[in-house]
T-cell receptor
Framework: AQSVSQHNHHVILSEAASLELGCNYS??????LFWYVQYPGQHLQLLLK??????LVKGIKGFEAEFIKSKFSFNLRKPSVQWSDTAEYFC??????????FGDGTTLTVKP | EAGVAQSPRYKIIEKRQSVAFWCNPI?????LYWYQQILGQGPKLLIQ????????DSQLPKDRFSAERLKGVDSTLKIQPAKLEDSAVYLC???????????FGPGTRLTVT
């Protein structure tokens, strides 16, 4: 069975600071990796995904994530956060059967 | 394109009562998922449908939870009888065949008192 660990439960940053949210997973097979975001009052939506190929993937709103297979990691990054990035971020690992396992999320608060 | 629809948005019941949640996925999305999200945790998969067949229900507490997707479109999740620990947000998501990214509905927030 797969599992996902998100290291930071709550991150507080000032605007323009750089962001890195950690995500580690365990699974013995081929994985598909995702970051989802939930903005206040909105539902979960896809931020970016990795299936294969270039391990550095870019998503919406300037976010990117790097898949490091040897470390079983898929960390999310953004060079300069904005107040509007305040949200909860979930890392998820999916199997080729379509089943996804989610981490417990990281709440990001960006101070203006 | 219309998103995933869920109803009701909020429900408060007493323990031992029954409750049902409804989900209508995005048109053409053959795969439908029900998740339970307890406060402070990530979504936990309860059941996955492919059209009207069950793909994975290994984490569904079958003594009290049931789900159906009779015509391969909309789906209903039922809890009977509810327990206090069932208080959570119940999320429905859907995806296209062969695609793995999921589209989520707004969820139903259930409070069991």
């Amino acid at each position: 069975a797969q599992s996902v660990s998100q290291h930071n439960h709550h991150v507080i940053l000032s605007e323009a600071a750089s962001l890195e949210l950690g995500c580690n997973y365990s699974y013995g097979g081929t994985v598909n990796l995702f970051w989802y975001v939930q903005y206040p009052g909105q539902h979960l939506q896809l931020l970016l995904k990795y299936f294969s190929g270039d391990p550095l993937v870019k998503g919406i709103k300037g976010f990117e994530a790097e898949f490091i297979k040897s470390k079983f990691s898929f960390n999310l990054r953004k060079p300069s956060v904005q107040w509007s990035d305040t949200a909860e971020y979930f890392c998820a690992v999916g199997t080729n059967a379509g089943k996804s396992t989610f981490g417990d999320g990281t709440t990001l608060t960006v101070k203006p | 394109e219309a998103g995933v629809a869920q109803s009701p948005r909020y429900k408060i019941i007493e323990k031992r009562q029954s409750v049902a949640f409804w989900c209508n996925p995005i048109s053409g999305h053959a795969t439908l998922y029900w998740y339970q999200q307890i406060l402070g945790q990530g979504p936990k998969l309860l059941i996955q449908f492919q059209n009207n067949g069950v793909v994975d229900d290994s984490q569904l507490p079958k003594d009290r939870f049931s789900a159906e997707r009779l015509k391969g479109v909309d789906s209903t999740l039922k809890i009977q009888p509810a327990k206090l620990e069932d208080s959570a947000v119940y999320l429905c998501a859907s995806s296209l065949p062969g695609h793995y990214e999921q589209y989520f509905g707004p969820g139903t927030r259930l409070t069991v008192t």
